[in-house]
């Protein structure tokens, strides 16, 4: 077989990895490099296959073109929902004759995703439950295809093992191992021993902290976090805003959980976390969607910031913007275009990290110039990662005891250390495969 890096091998972002077993070809994952997306004018930001591949913001898959595999693919399988796995999939998937298999959160979100850009498409849609199997027809054989649960930063997460004649190819990108998740299950242990036991040929393997030398906290570390802040901090007759990605459905639980104790109407306000809460509710993965209101549209919006502003201790406002993205909920609060006014002590609690890239931290610290004027109380970092460190990532090899390694999930500055990681567990240089976008192995 050959294995293509198509995107996500020089940078966090764009993941596409393409794996040609002669007379077919599977497609791991097909997302948006977000960046260039961030840096477009307000105007530009009318998205087409054409201006898209222009700013380099999603995979470059015209290889398979050159290669003559563009008609050979079978599939494309998104490992999870976040968009850098998924989100060129409604520009891109139209290229080919191929189903998209996925997760029941992850086809919902990229249903969403399609009717957001009213992009109507002929490829059919497939769900796979967490832990269960699916098979792919190839032109004159079917593939088996395992969707193992895993843990990440949002909800039904994959690792995918195809099964091949010369051995599994495990797809593993985007995770962590969180042995006390607070929603959903521990990572199947026991699957990836049996997969294993079969022999994985090639891993595929998110090596993003494969240089921070620490096991990447559960996220019950965050939930605790949150409740020393939320719960054990005084905020007796002031406003409280919480903001975090709104695709982390387990960290809003808990943010919700916290509010209704705290005896607040809990709001989420902004169209993402909208677009998210609606999605995990049509596969029943919403506990606490009866728990809060949502406010998207303008005219509601503005009638909820003005209930809010008169009885700001009554309320606690999940929101968008703790990137500081332009246009989000915090941005446009903190340039007064919103009918609601910070006032000094109000809490603004920020339970993410900063995105490292210049655009994001640019405006995060923008965001929060304009914040402190105001003379609010910030808490930043209330926060644990969703990808595996170094330490986790050393269980985890050892556990599936791969012949080959491919790193992503980043520069290679960032995910080279695997390499090192991989030759202090015994592995020799020729099982290791550092490589760039576009680039293709075979074995
Ligand atoms: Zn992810």
Not at 148 to 156: C, F, K, L, P, R
Request: hydrophobic share 35%; net charge positive.
């Amino acid at each position: 077989m050959k294995i293509y890096g198509i995107g996500g091998f020089n940078e966090v972002g764009k993941n596409m990895t393409a794996v040609d077993l002669g007379d077919d070809v599977i497609l791991f994952d097909c997302g948006l490099f977000l960046p260039p997306i961030v840096e477009l004018e307000e105007a530009d930001k009318v998205y087409t296959e054409k201006k898209l591949r222009s700013i380099g913001a999603v995979p470059n898959d015209l290889v398979l073109d050159k290669m003559g595999l563009r008609h050979k693919v079978r599939a494309i399988i998104p490992s999870h929902a976040h968009l850098d796995h998924i989100g060129a999939i409604p520009f891109l998937a139209n290229r080919y004759k191929a189903d998209i298999i996925g997760t029941p959160f992850t086809i919902e979100v990229l249903k969403t995703l399609l009717k957001d850009e009213k992009i109507d498409f002929r490829n059919n849609m497939r769900v796979v439950q967490p832990n269960s199997f699916c098979y792919v027809q190839g032109k004159h054989k079917k593939y088996r295809v395992d969707f193992i649960n895993i843990t990440h930063s949002t909800i039904q997460c994959s690792l995918i093992a195809l099964h091949t004649r010369q051995g599994v190819v495990l797809y593993a990108n985007d995770f962590k191992l969180d042995n006390s998740p607070t929603m959903g299950q521990k990572p199947n242990y026991d699957k990836l021993r049996e997969i294993a036991k079969e022999g994985v040929k090639v891993l595929i393997v998110d090596s993003l902290y494969s240089g921070d030398e620490r096991k990447t906290a559960s996220e019950k570390v965050a939930r605790t976090l949150l409740e020393e802040v939320l719960l054990t901090t005084n905020n007796d007759g002031v406003g409280l805003f919480v903001t975090t990605f709104s695709s982390h459905i387990a960290r809003l639980k808990s943010i919700v959980e916290f509010g209704k104790q705290l005896n607040r109407k809990v709001v989420f306000l902004g169209r993402s976390l909208n677009k998210y809460v609606t999605a995990a509710s049509k596969v029943d993965l919403c506990p606490f969607r009866n728990d809060i209101e949502i406010a998207t549209y303008r005219d509601q919006l503005e009638r909820k910031l003005r209930q809010i502003d008169k009885n700001r201790e009554k309320y606690m406002v999940v929101c968008t913007g703790h990137q500081g993205e332009p246009g989000s909920i915090l941005d446009r609060l903190s340039r007064n275009k919103l009918p609601f006014k910070f006032q000094p002590k109000d809490h603004i609690v920020f339970s993410s990290s900063v995105i490292p890239v210049p655009s994001n931290i640019k405006n995060r610290d923008e965001l929060d110039a304009r914040l402190k004027k105001r003379g609010v109380r910030l808490f930043s970092n209330i926060h644990v990662s969703g990808h595996a460190g170094r330490e986790d990532l050393r269980d985890f090899i050892d556990l599936v005891n791969p012949e080959n390694i491919i790193p992503a999930h980043g520069d290679h500055k960032k995910i080279a250390p695997m390499i090192d990681l991989a030759k202090e567990l015994g592995y020799k240089q020729r099982n290791l495969h550092l490589i760039n976008d576009g680039q293709r192995l075979n074995f």
